[in-house]
């Protein structure tokens, strides 16, 4: 049996409607959570909802994140063979699942 | 169904990478008496994302401030590299305005590293000086962004729209007049008006399996510019990098990482028996690192078919040789940020082998970075031509900055000429059509699509080409498209990632294709493109090819360079 992660995954489209899906998720050492979740988008459920530009650089600080309650860059944190909460970030405007409006206001897109 | 949102703008810029912000920092600044108003468009966040912000490495400039230069010299460097297909008047504007414009970098606050208080210069493969300026430590891309982000910040006349996706170029009688868009942190359909529009999407790198630029760059570009009616040239010359990062696995670094510490320190490139290769494909290293791109990229190839690969399928690079104290002179903190992915360069050899890292082709411009369609300007990696086969080291940065200021000047001249916008909303009818239609939703798993794709590029049309390898891969990539059909996936709500994930499969299937129907034309060897069945470069086919989209057909001639002062080697 090879090891997998568990990853908790906060989905939805309003906070008050949401809730966890589990996935388990192949583990191999040296992935981050961001190989884990873009692992699931192809395997298991192209729907969930993630930003990122970059890829494990750790360049574009879009991935940003809270796994196990910390707020972290998917890029960066190691994937583990465990169960990992993640959830999007509590102090940002959800959009949807793990994504969050994080750019300045200034340089979001308004009609005036 | 959500509302179209609507805004004008004189210039539209799409893309917020080196040219794309360079481009709207010049509109803006350049228009008559007030400035061009502007509206820097990206798909995601203002200059995170793109190739700008992942290049650690170099840009080639010839300024000249330890060993005397001249961008006569950088120009000759350029068109050997391009194996006689450069358009010279787009290698000369790069190589002539290059220092101009790392100048304008340095006034801004980059942070050159220097030695005697000037700009210091790197020697790169390809180059005949050191003439290869960077930030430290491995930090240049990342500088380049965020001194371009503070200066569109501080710029009035720019208003910025991240989270924009641009699926569509609309036109009104022969002019690009705007786009439609997918606003995606809303699920809005889009449309903007502007009088003129940069694209400025960067490369095609996300084709490929392992690549070395962000997940963003699928093409975009050159499949919104196609589709609108102006041609692309020289698809076929995709640029690997020889020696991205294989294994051990890392985070938080850039595959390409390895390209400043072979700069500064050498290196030894070994195969998987631990021996020395390169010179058995005619280029002799001896710890220095002169080897360009496609020569390396062939020998490491050739090696892992003869089966001497290192374990994970590549070669091994080693810097055992380097004391530690060099090493951490050299690189500071990166050394820490290997330690911390358990890797010890005095200890152990990585793994590295080729990676998709830059595309030559792209839309035809000319020296304005006009395209043959009126009010439709390309910067950056998204023009083809001023690299020819194969472009060298340290152009890109330099080419995204020449050519974006370039892009930006005359997109505002054209835009003082004009009293009105042409934009019609009817003629954004069938983009928007499609932009707002819910598809079916039991639908194939997109993100799986693209990552079949992207075995499809990785195994067939990758840098050693066949013409079965070739026919194989235009049929699944048309199995692929058959799939994907003409209807968008998704739900249409916000952050939609199968309708994200649709409208780039439109755009990478499109390209895709061109790039491997312009590989299986070309029956010879040149540059980044090496056919199997044709080895060996061809005096007739020194020769660019024109790729036009017709009815739903790509329909591809050749044409002569534009003609140069070097001859073809």
């Known amino acids: 049996m090879t090891a997998t992660a568990q990853l908790r995954v906060w989905r939805g489209l309003a906070l008050r409607a949401g809730k966890f899906e589990t996935y388990e998720v192949p583990f191999e050492p040296g992935q981050s959570v961001l190989d884990g979740l873009r692992w699931i988008r192809a395997n298991r459920d192209p729907t969930l909802a993630i930003r990122f530009s970059c890829i494990n650089a750790n360049a574009c600080k879009e991935c940003m994140m809270e796994i196990d309650g910390d707020t972290v860059y998917a890029c960066m944190e190691r994937l583990e063979p465990r169960e990992m909460t993640v959830q999007p970030l509590s102090n940002k405007a959800l959009v949807r699942d793990l994504v969050t409006e994080i750019a300045p206001p200034a340089e979001r897109f308004r009609k005036a | ?569």
Not at chain 2, 182 to 203: D, F, Q, R
Not at chain 2, 381 to 408: D, W, Y
């Open chain 2, 1 to 569: 169904m959500t509302e179209v949102m609507h805004v004008e703008t004189d210039v539209l810029v799409i893309g917020s990478g080196g040219a794309g912000m360079y481009a709207a920092i010049e509109a803006a600044r350049s228009g008559a008496q007030s400035g061009a108003q502007v509206l820097l468009a990206d798909r995601s966040l203002i200059g995170r994302g793109g190739a700008t912000v992942m290049a650690q490495m170099t840009v080639a400039t010839a300024l000249g401030s330890h060993v005397p230069d001249h961008w006569t010299y950088h120009l000759h460097d350029t068109l050997q590299a391009g194996r006689g297909l450069c358009d010279e008047g787009l290698s000369r504007l790069l190589c002539q305005e290059g220092p101009d414009c790392i100048r304008q970098m340095d006034e801004w606050g980059v942070g050159w590293a220097r030695k005697d208080g000037r700009i210091a210069a790197a020697m790169a493969p390809g180059h005949d000086r050191p003439r290869c300026v960077y930030v430290d430590f491995l930090n240049t891309g990342p500088a380049v962004s965020k001194t371009l982000r503070a200066v569109v910040n501080k710029t009035s006349g720019i208003r910025k729209a991240c989270d924009l996706l641009i699926t569509d170029l609309v036109s009104h009688d022969g002019e690009v007049v705007g786009a439609a868009a997918l606003h995606l942190t809303s699920g809005a359909p889009v449309t903007i008006a502007a009088k003129a529009t940069v694209v400025a999407t960067g490369g095609l790198t996300r084709l490929y399996r392992r690549n070395s630029a962000s997940a963003n760059m699928g093409g975009d570009g050159y499949a919104l510019a196609l589709r609108a009616g102006a041609p692309l040239i020289d698809m076929e010359f995709v640029q690997f990098f020889p020696i991205g990062h294989l294994a051990p696995r890392l985070i938080g670094m850039d595959p390409i990482m390895w390209d400043p510490f072979r700069y500064k320190l050498g290196g030894r490139l070994l195969n998987g028996l631990g021996e020395e290769f390169t010179s058995h494909y005619g280029s002799r290293e001896d710890g220095a690192y002169v080897l360009t791109r496609d020569l390396a990229t062939y020998a490491i190839v050739k090696e892992i078919e003869a089966g001497r690969g290192s374990p994970h399928g590549g070669a091994y690079l080693s810097f055992e040789h380097c004391p530690e104290a060099e090493l951490r002179a050299a690189f500071g903190p990166v050394i820490d940020r290997l330690a911390n992915n358990a890797i010890d360069l005095t200890r152990m050899p990585v793994e590295v082998a080729p990676i998709a890292h830059y595309h030559m082709g792209g839309v035809a411009a000319d020296a304005r970075m006009e395209t043959e369609i009126p009010g439709l300007l390309v910067a950056g990696e998204a023009v083809g031509g001023a690299n020819g086969a194969n472009r060298l080291s340290g152009n890109a940065v330099t080419e995204a900055l020449v050519f974006g200021r370039r892009a930006g000047r005359s997109a505002a001249a054209r835009v003082a000429g004009m009293t009105s916008q042409p934009f019609r909303q009817q003629a954004a009818k069938a983009a928007l059509d499609v932009a707002t239609h819910d598809g079916a939703s039991n639908r194939p798993n997109s993100a799986e699509m693209i990552r079949r794709l992207q075995s499809v590029m990785a195994e067939d049309v990758g840098p050693f080409r066949t013409r079965e390898g070739l026919e194989r891969a235009t049929t699944r990539i048309d199995d692929l498209a058959g799939e994907l059909g003409e209807r968008p996936f998704g739900d249409g709500q916000r952050f939609d990632m199968r309708r994200i994930d649709w409208f780039d499969l439109r755009n990478m299937l499109l390209v895709a294709r061109v790039v491997a129907q312009a590989a299986l034309r070309r029956t010879e060897s040149r540059g980044a493109h090496q056919r199997e069945d044709f080895p060996g470069m061809l005096p007739e086919w020194r020769v660019n090819q024109v790729v036009r989209w017709h009815d739903g057909h790509i329909d591809l001639v050749s044409a002569a360079p534009a003609p140069g002062l070097v001859a073809a080697q």
